[in-house]
């Protein structure tokens, strides 16, 4: 079992930048595949990033690439998002989710979520 706290969300103006952070319980933090995964209102969440237990290996949504970036620390059992360069579009509820194997892109493949941190993107 491991719990996470998202922390980081926040108001940003487009163009802006916001670094997430997610805090997992456990002391076997390091042996799970990381994600990052946000849902925006009356959408499906969608896959934003991930990150191999090791951190060796990463993988992005089209979408982000370039602009956000993913990275974990596993003596501090944390995993952040960096976000540069926001647009409106970003405007979402951002998650970070973990699971045993490899990193996957589909929700229901992670076993265990966060709460959520709103992270809001004006125009």
């Known amino acids: 079992q491991v719990q996470l706290v998202e922390s980081g969300g926040g108001l940003v103006q487009a163009g802006g930048s916001l670094r997430l952070s997610c805090v997992a319980s456990g002391r076997t933090f390091s042996s799970y595949v990381m994600g990052w995964f946000r849902q925006a209102p009356g959408q499906e969440r969608e896959f934003v990033a991930g990150i191999s237990r090791g951190g060796w290996s990463t993988s992005y949504a089209d979408s982000m690439k370039g602009r956000f970036t993913i990275s974990r620390d596993n003596a501090k059992n944390t995993v952040a998002l960096q976000m540069n360069s926001l647009k409106p579009e970003d405007t979402a509820v951002y998650y970070c989710?973990?699971?045993?194997?490899?990193?996957?892109?589909?929700?229901?493949?992670?076993?265990?979520w966060g709460q959520g941190t709103q992270v809001t993107v004006s125009s």
């Open positions: 989710a973990a699971r045993r194997q490899g990193i996957a892109t589909t929700p229901s493949e992670y076993d265990f």
